[in-house]
T-cell receptor, first 116, second 112 residues
Framework: EAGVVQSPRYKIIEKKQPVAFWCNPI?????LYWYRQNLGQGPELLIR????????DSQLPKDRFSAERLKGVDSTLKIQPAELGDSAVYLC??????????????FGAGTRLSVL | SQKIEQNSEALNIQEGKTATLTCNYT??????LQWYRQDPGRGPVFLLL?????KEKRKERLKVTFDTTLKQSLFHITASQPADSATYLC???????????FGQGTTLQVKP
Protein backbone atom coordinates (compact mmCIF):
# COMPACT_ATOMS: atom_id res chain seq x y z
CA GLU A 1 0.00 0.00 0.00
CA ALA A 2 1.41 3.37 -0.99
CA GLY A 3 1.88 5.91 1.77
CA VAL A 4 1.12 9.62 1.71
CA VAL A 5 2.80 11.18 -1.30
CA GLN A 6 3.88 14.80 -1.36
CA SER A 7 5.52 16.88 -4.04
CA PRO A 8 7.77 18.62 -4.55
CA ARG A 9 10.27 17.52 -1.89
CA TYR A 10 12.11 20.83 -2.00
CA LYS A 11 11.22 24.29 -3.21
CA ILE A 12 13.29 27.44 -3.25
CA ILE A 13 11.57 30.68 -4.17
CA GLU A 14 12.06 34.39 -3.74
CA LYS A 15 9.81 36.31 -1.40
CA LYS A 16 6.54 37.55 -2.85
CA GLN A 17 6.44 34.64 -5.28
CA PRO A 18 3.60 32.08 -5.17
CA VAL A 19 4.17 28.43 -4.31
CA ALA A 20 1.99 25.33 -4.23
CA PHE A 21 2.32 21.96 -2.56
CA TRP A 22 0.51 18.80 -3.53
CA CYS A 23 -0.55 15.82 -1.42
CA ASN A 24 -2.02 12.43 -2.25
CA PRO A 25 -3.28 10.70 0.92
CA ILE A 26 -3.57 7.00 1.62
CA UNK A 27 -6.46 5.47 -0.30
CA UNK A 28 -9.61 5.36 1.80
CA UNK A 29 -8.49 7.95 4.32
CA UNK A 30 -11.20 10.58 4.58
CA UNK A 31 -9.29 12.90 6.90
CA LEU A 32 -6.41 14.97 5.55
CA TYR A 33 -4.17 17.39 7.41
CA TRP A 34 -1.67 20.04 6.44
CA TYR A 35 0.97 20.90 9.03
CA ARG A 36 3.85 23.32 9.15
CA GLN A 37 7.00 22.30 10.98
CA ASN A 38 9.68 24.82 11.86
CA LEU A 39 13.19 23.71 12.68
CA GLY A 40 13.37 22.16 16.14
CA GLN A 41 9.62 22.26 16.63
CA GLY A 42 6.76 19.83 16.35
CA PRO A 43 4.22 19.96 13.53
CA GLU A 44 1.55 22.67 13.84
CA LEU A 45 -1.81 22.12 12.23
CA LEU A 46 -2.76 24.50 9.44
CA ILE A 47 -5.93 22.91 8.14
CA ARG A 48 -7.89 19.67 8.44
CA UNK A 49 -10.29 18.20 5.90
CA UNK A 50 -13.08 15.69 6.26
CA UNK A 51 -13.60 14.60 2.67
CA UNK A 52 -13.94 17.87 0.73
CA UNK A 53 -14.87 19.99 3.75
CA UNK A 54 -12.34 22.05 5.68
CA UNK A 55 -13.45 21.40 9.27
CA UNK A 56 -10.61 23.19 11.07
CA ASP A 57 -8.74 26.03 9.39
CA SER A 58 -8.39 28.25 12.44
CA GLN A 59 -4.59 28.23 12.23
CA LEU A 60 -4.39 28.92 8.51
CA PRO A 61 -3.17 32.47 7.71
CA LYS A 62 -5.99 33.15 5.31
CA ASP A 63 -4.57 36.37 3.92
CA ARG A 64 -1.89 34.46 2.04
CA PHE A 65 -2.58 30.74 2.45
CA SER A 66 -5.27 28.75 0.71
CA ALA A 67 -6.01 25.08 0.39
CA GLU A 68 -8.38 22.84 -1.46
CA ARG A 69 -9.28 19.19 -1.59
CA LEU A 70 -11.25 18.53 -4.70
CA LYS A 71 -13.24 15.28 -4.85
CA GLY A 72 -12.11 14.50 -1.33
CA VAL A 73 -8.83 12.90 -2.38
CA ASP A 74 -5.77 14.96 -3.42
CA SER A 75 -5.12 18.30 -1.82
CA THR A 76 -3.09 21.39 -2.63
CA LEU A 77 -1.80 24.06 -0.29
CA LYS A 78 -0.89 27.43 -1.76
CA ILE A 79 0.97 30.44 -0.45
CA GLN A 80 0.68 33.72 -2.29
CA PRO A 81 2.73 35.79 -1.79
CA ALA A 82 5.39 33.94 0.18
CA GLU A 83 7.26 35.70 2.97
CA LEU A 84 10.64 34.94 4.51
CA GLY A 85 8.92 33.58 7.63
CA ASP A 86 7.14 30.92 5.59
CA SER A 87 10.37 28.94 5.28
CA ALA A 88 9.58 25.60 6.92
CA VAL A 89 8.70 22.00 6.16
CA TYR A 90 5.09 21.52 5.08
CA LEU A 91 3.76 18.11 6.01
CA CYS A 92 0.65 16.39 4.78
CA UNK A 93 -0.94 13.58 6.77
CA UNK A 94 -4.03 11.42 6.48
CA UNK A 95 -5.98 9.22 8.89
CA UNK A 96 -8.90 6.81 8.64
CA UNK A 97 -11.01 8.87 11.05
CA UNK A 98 -11.09 11.20 14.01
CA UNK A 99 -11.09 9.40 17.30
CA UNK A 100 -8.59 7.23 19.10
CA UNK A 101 -6.87 4.64 16.94
CA UNK A 102 -8.64 6.01 13.87
CA UNK A 103 -6.77 9.26 14.42
CA UNK A 104 -3.37 7.66 13.96
CA UNK A 105 -1.86 9.92 11.36
CA UNK A 106 0.26 8.84 8.43
CA PHE A 107 2.63 11.51 7.24
CA GLY A 108 4.25 12.21 3.93
CA ALA A 109 7.93 13.10 3.68
CA GLY A 110 7.11 16.79 3.52
CA THR A 111 8.06 19.70 1.29
CA ARG A 112 10.95 21.81 2.50
CA LEU A 113 10.31 25.42 1.49
CA SER A 114 13.04 28.02 1.47
CA VAL A 115 12.01 31.62 0.84
CA LEU A 116 14.93 33.88 -0.10
CA SER B 1 -3.66 27.94 26.80
CA GLN B 2 -3.14 24.29 26.03
CA LYS B 3 0.48 23.37 26.18
CA ILE B 4 2.53 20.24 25.67
CA GLU B 5 6.20 20.15 26.56
CA GLN B 6 9.01 17.77 25.87
CA ASN B 7 12.58 18.07 26.98
CA SER B 8 14.17 20.18 24.27
CA GLU B 9 17.67 19.06 25.21
CA ALA B 10 18.99 16.07 23.32
CA LEU B 11 19.22 12.82 25.23
CA ASN B 12 22.49 10.93 24.80
CA ILE B 13 22.72 7.38 26.09
CA GLN B 14 24.89 4.32 25.66
CA GLU B 15 23.77 1.37 23.58
CA GLY B 16 21.95 -1.22 25.66
CA LYS B 17 20.65 1.26 28.21
CA THR B 18 17.03 2.32 28.64
CA ALA B 19 16.06 5.68 27.19
CA THR B 20 13.27 7.58 28.96
CA LEU B 21 11.61 10.56 27.33
CA THR B 22 9.13 12.85 29.06
CA CYS B 23 6.01 14.60 27.80
CA ASN B 24 4.10 17.01 30.04
CA TYR B 25 0.84 18.78 29.29
CA THR B 26 -1.07 21.62 30.94
CA UNK B 27 -4.52 23.15 30.72
CA UNK B 28 -5.91 20.12 28.96
CA UNK B 29 -7.32 16.69 29.63
CA UNK B 30 -6.49 14.61 26.59
CA UNK B 31 -8.42 11.52 25.74
CA UNK B 32 -5.27 9.88 24.42
CA LEU B 33 -1.60 10.43 23.74
CA GLN B 34 0.36 9.34 20.71
CA TRP B 35 4.09 8.97 20.22
CA TYR B 36 5.79 9.38 16.86
CA ARG B 37 9.32 8.94 15.61
CA GLN B 38 10.83 11.36 13.11
CA ASP B 39 14.07 10.83 11.23
CA PRO B 40 15.86 13.74 9.49
CA GLY B 41 14.21 14.68 6.22
CA ARG B 42 11.20 12.44 6.82
CA GLY B 43 7.70 12.79 8.19
CA PRO B 44 6.75 11.48 11.65
CA VAL B 45 5.93 7.78 11.95
CA PHE B 46 3.38 6.56 14.48
CA LEU B 47 4.67 4.31 17.29
CA LEU B 48 2.15 3.96 20.12
CA LEU B 49 -1.17 5.29 21.35
CA UNK B 50 -2.32 5.25 24.97
CA UNK B 51 -5.76 6.22 26.20
CA UNK B 52 -6.55 8.20 29.35
CA UNK B 53 -7.91 5.11 31.10
CA UNK B 54 -4.76 3.09 30.37
CA LYS B 55 -1.72 3.22 32.62
CA GLU B 56 0.76 1.51 30.35
CA LYS B 57 1.17 0.26 26.80
CA ARG B 58 3.94 -1.89 25.36
CA LYS B 59 5.18 -2.76 21.90
CA GLU B 60 8.34 -4.82 21.60
CA ARG B 61 11.09 -2.70 23.23
CA LEU B 62 8.83 0.32 23.62
CA LYS B 63 6.74 1.21 26.65
CA VAL B 64 4.51 4.23 27.23
CA THR B 65 2.89 5.31 30.49
CA PHE B 66 0.16 7.88 31.01
CA ASP B 67 -0.34 9.55 34.40
CA THR B 68 -3.36 11.86 34.32
CA THR B 69 -2.65 13.04 37.86
CA LEU B 70 0.86 14.21 37.02
CA LYS B 71 -0.29 15.22 33.51
CA GLN B 72 2.63 13.32 32.11
CA SER B 73 3.53 10.57 29.70
CA LEU B 74 6.81 8.68 29.76
CA PHE B 75 8.24 6.88 26.73
CA HIS B 76 10.79 4.16 27.32
CA ILE B 77 13.04 2.32 24.87
CA THR B 78 14.72 -0.65 26.49
CA ALA B 79 17.95 -2.18 25.23
CA SER B 80 18.47 0.86 23.05
CA GLN B 81 20.34 0.59 19.76
CA PRO B 82 22.07 3.18 17.56
CA ALA B 83 19.21 2.68 15.08
CA ASP B 84 16.86 4.14 17.70
CA SER B 85 18.55 7.52 17.27
CA ALA B 86 15.88 9.94 16.07
CA THR B 87 13.54 12.68 17.27
CA TYR B 88 10.54 11.48 19.24
CA LEU B 89 7.34 13.51 19.28
CA CYS B 90 4.41 13.20 21.64
CA UNK B 91 0.97 14.45 20.70
CA UNK B 92 -2.28 14.57 22.57
CA UNK B 93 -5.76 14.47 21.15
CA UNK B 94 -9.34 14.93 22.20
CA UNK B 95 -11.96 12.25 21.87
CA UNK B 96 -14.10 13.95 19.28
CA UNK B 97 -12.26 16.64 17.33
CA UNK B 98 -9.44 14.58 15.91
CA UNK B 99 -7.06 17.42 16.48
CA UNK B 100 -3.55 16.52 17.63
CA UNK B 101 -1.31 18.95 19.48
CA PHE B 102 2.35 18.04 19.10
CA GLY B 103 5.22 18.69 21.45
CA GLN B 104 8.48 20.06 20.11
CA GLY B 105 10.16 16.68 20.18
CA THR B 106 13.19 15.25 21.95
CA THR B 107 16.21 14.09 19.99
CA LEU B 108 17.67 10.79 21.16
CA GLN B 109 21.24 9.81 20.34
CA VAL B 110 22.28 6.24 21.14
CA LYS B 111 26.02 5.74 21.06
CA PRO B 112 27.62 2.37 20.32
Amino acid sequence: EAGVVQSPRYKIIEKKQPVAFWCNPISGHNTLYWYRQNLGQGPELLIRYENEEAVDDSQLPKDRFSAERLKGVDSTLKIQPAELGDSAVYLCASSPGLAGVKNIQYFGAGTRLSVL
Amino acid sequence: SQKIEQNSEALNIQEGKTATLTCNYTNYSPAYLQWYRQDPGRGPVFLLLIRENEKEKRKERLKVTFDTTLKQSLFHITASQPADSATYLCAYGSSNTGKLIFGQGTTLQVKP
